[in-house]
């Protein structure tokens, strides 16, 4: 998804309008058009995850892990201008940017406003990662969103210029329809 968006001909802007942690916090480095919402966050943390099985397939696994690891340095590096010693500090814990502290740091390029006027009446950096997202989900449960019926993975690939007979969306055609996809029931 990174290279996708990041080699994308499209004019490609992201909005953070809550909460992108993770891989979400990755995929934000992709290019440099990234706005945050006002009372939004970022969270950066070490890649993980799990393995079982002999000494050599651990090992193996440890060894992906350091690539990503690397990969991720790279990618901040890239995104800030700071030095890999700098950016890997943000790999130790999960690492928490409310929209200041990311600007500051050259995550973003801008605050924008807030789509919800809500604060968050806690600190992600100072709650374990389910916690923090389980507080950010209760904040947006009651608010109403527009889920008209806009398929996120139509928009996507019309954003995108994916073509629509890949095998991760070859259950939509292109079409007349005003975004130029249609689903398509298999």
Do not use: C
Not at 140 to 164: C, E, G, H
Not at 168 to 186: E, L, Q
């Amino acid at each position: 998804m990174y290279n996708t968006i990041a080699n994308s001909r499209a004019k490609v802007t992201i909005h953070i309008v809550g909460v992108a942690a993770s891989m979400g916090a990755i995929l934000s480095l992709s290019i440099e058009e990234v706005y945050m919402v006002e009372n939004g966050y970022l969270m950066i943390h070490v890649p993980s995850g799990g393995s079982f099985g002999t000494a050599q397939e651990l090992e193996r696994s440890t060894k992906l892990l350091r690539s990503i690891e690397a990969n991720f340095i790279k990618k901040l590096q890239q995104k800030t201008g700071k030095d890999a010693e700098y950016v890997q500090k943000w790999l130790n814990g999960d690492n928490w940017f409310d929209a200041e502290q990311a600007l500051q740091e050259g995550l973003i390029k801008g605050i924008i406003e807030a789509e919800y006027d809500f604060q968050a009446n806690f600190n992600p950096q100072k709650l374990p990662t389910n916690e923090a997202f389980n507080r950010f989900n209760a904040m947006f449960k009651n608010k109403q969103f527009n889920n008209n019926v806009m398929y996120l993975r139509d928009k996507l690939i019309s954003k995108f210029n994916l073509r629509a007979d890949t095998s991760d969306t070859k259950n939509y055609s292109r079409s007349g329809t005003s975004n130029g996809i249609k689903r398509v029931n298999n």
